[in-house]
């Protein structure tokens, strides 16, 4: 029986990975995998890392040398890897679609708070003040949202906008042929859009696609969204943008620099990240812990493919939705 190095766990991490799992050995560790925590994969045949583990050249060089043959990532996301270090020495595979309608569904749901200001009732009536100014929102009916990324989480969006009666504009620079929905230039998209809402990956052409020159081209007032990855955004630039109203709000389920704070209980953490503490406690933004993917279905299906990926691995020698 193989035994595996699971890195970054949560309770609800195992839930369905003991649940699924037949063949292996699973040992759960709590630390983040890094530079400090690699040699816990001593003895391991495979990894299964998280998407804020840290999987650079050291990383991959150690588990290397302690003899691990996979690295089996539970997440769809593989910016935190480095692939070249991990070209021709360790394979690694991930979960490339888990539950698009879990990000999909919960980009709506910040936009519905953050426009209905929902969060601000819910506190304002347990103190018993049922005052209603302040609250005004506006209908999503007739509005245009710009959605940049047409991969299966921006198709699904899209098609809930539709519900709502929106009209749709979509970037993407592989669009999908015969869209039953309008592609714009991305230009185009950023001045005509009422609310932009990211489904795209984070890559090199990707990184700070949101900043202050395409915050300057946006309508003033424009809502933004990011349920992908935080560094689509430059956290600077949109922070300005909120102060001075250029940017009427942001629901944002992803930060820049969230790797030490996410998923993490940080609240009595002294010294804190300036950017991320001014965003949280800005009253026209909606932040949460990158919990878009967390419903059951997405647990189980994360954990159903990361595990079909070690046995098509370990039974049969293939590489099964492989990124190196």
């Known amino acids: 029986m193989e035994r595996i190095a699971f890195f970054d766990t949560k309770p609800y991490d195992r839930v369905w990975f003991d649940k699924l799992n037949q063949h292996y050995n699973i040992k759960y560790f709590e630390h983040k995998l890094n530079e400090d925590s690699v040699s816990l994969a001593n003895g391991c045949s495979a990894v299964i890392p ?3 583990d840290t999987l ?18 539970r997440c ?18 991930r979960v490339p679609g888990y539950s698009p309608y ?12 953050l426009n209905r200001k929902i969060h601000k009732a819910y506190f304002r009536t347990r103190d018993f003040n049922f005052s209603l100014n302040g609250l005004v929102g506006f209908d999503l009916h007739g509005r245009t949202v710009g959605v940049i990324g047409t991969g299966k989480i921006g198709q699904i969006f899209i098609r809930i906008c539709r519900g709502f009666g929106m009209h749709v504009l979509a970037y993407d620079p592989y669009p999908i042929p015969d869209a039953d929905f309008s592609y714009v230039s991305l230009e185009e998209l950023l001045q005509r859009s009422d609310i932009i809402s990211l489904h795209c990956p984070l890559t090199e052409q990707t990184k700070h696609i949101i900043n202050k020159e395409s915050i300057a ?10 349920t992908s990855r935080g560094m689509l955004v430059e ?8 102060k001075n109203g250029k940017i009427a709000g942001a629901g944002l389920d992803v930060y820049e620099e969230e790797t030490e704070f996410f998923f993490e209980d940080r609240s009595d953490m002294i010294k804190r990240d300036t ?19 967390l419903t059951t279905e997405a647990l189980h299906n994360i954990a159903k493919v990361t595990l079909e990926n070690l046995d098509a691995f370990f039974q049969n020698g293939t590489v099964s939705n492989a990124i190196v």
């Open 235 to 242: 956290s600077e630039a949109l922070l300005d943008a909120l």
């Open 275 to 293: 950017i991320l503490s001014l965003l949280v406690s800005m009253p026209n933004v909606v932040l949460t812990s990158h919990q878009a993917f």
């Open 50 to 52: 998280f998407v804020n």
């Open 76 to 93: 769809a996301g593989y910016n935190n890897v480095d692939r070249n270090a991990a070209k021709e020495r360790i394979p690694v595979v």
């Open 56 to 73: 650079n050249a050291d990383v991959i060089e150690a588990l290397y040398q302690l003899g691990v043959k996979i690295i089996a990532m």
């Open 217 to 226: 081209q946006m309508k003033d007032g424009a809502i933004l969204l990011n």
């Open 102 to 113: 879990a990000v999909a569904e919960f980009t709506m749901g910040l936009l519905l708070t």
